[in-house]
């Protein structure tokens, strides 16, 4: 079995050689770095992790070609990215008051108990 190590740099390549401008390999560098992951909460938090990353490597990236993006494009982009993040939060912030956090974090607990208990056997 590979180590987890191993996954990891696998999953590092794949997302930078995708960054890089070969599209297509993103899945392939997320499924890599879920399979690190012995249990659904660590994945997720792994995930967690990628977006900031992304997030960051964009704005790096918009800063080193700074002189060459067309900036008209990416002004029209910025408006429903920005109405998508809000809508989210908002769903978010909405399924944890009109539900019982509590309740909520109780079940997610339970099924990641049952999860890892199945992934071990």
Known sequence: MLSH?????????????????IPGLAPVAVTTL???????????????????????????ACYLYRESIRWDILRELVLPIAVGMFFSFLSKYFIFILFDSQQLIKKFQTSNELTSHSLSL
Do not use: H, K, N
Not at 35 to 45: D, I, V
């Open 5 to 21: 190590a191993f996954l990891l740099y696998l999953s590092a390549i794949f997302t930078g050689i995708e960054r890089g401008g």
């Open 34 to 60: 879920l399979a690190t992951s012995g249990s659904a909460g660590l994945g997720r938090r792994l995930l967690g992790v990628m977006i900031p990353a992304y997030f960051c490597s964009d704005l790096t």
